[in-house]
């Protein structure tokens, strides 16, 4: 009877790890967002996080101004690319991201994880 629920807790534990990982490591999915740098910070009580704000374009009115935008709300956990952001504020700049299913708190507040800067202009 021991061994029987010695190999249930390995399993539970098994599946349990298994679904911890789905839901805040698995990427499910990546890739590049367009906009103007609007707000970088580096925040929070008990784990500081690094947390961004991408306005992404809109409709152009006139060549200057946007019509329409969406905000991209983002975080970065590697301290080197949340420097380069710090610089880039109100830049316009291309970032590579990756997806997670669910948001870890010493990582960010999104799930969106900001991991290179491609571009700025």
């Not at 890739?31 to 690094?50: A, D, I, W």
């Not at 610089?87 to 990756?98: D, F, K, L, M």
Request: hydrophobic share 40%; charged share 20%; net charge positive.
């Amino acid at each position: 009877m021991g061994r029987f629920i010695g190999l249930i807790l390995i399993i539970v534990l098994i599946a349990v790890g298994g679904i911890f990982y789905w839901k805040y490591y698995y990427t499910y999915s990546d890739g590049n967002r367009t906009g103007l740098l609007q707000k970088f910070s580096h925040k929070g009580n008990l784990f500081k996080t690094y947390e961004g704000e991408l306005v992404l374009s809109g409709i152009l009115q006139n060549g200057q101004s946007n019509f329409s935008t969406e905000k991209f709300y983002f975080s970065v956990d590697k301290p080197k690319v949340a420097q380069q952001l710090m610089n880039y504020e109100g830049r316009r700049i291309v970032v590579h991201y990756e997806q997670k299913n669910g948001a870890l708190w010493w990582r960010g507040e999104t799930p969106y994880i900001v991991d290179s800067i491609m571009n700025v202009q």
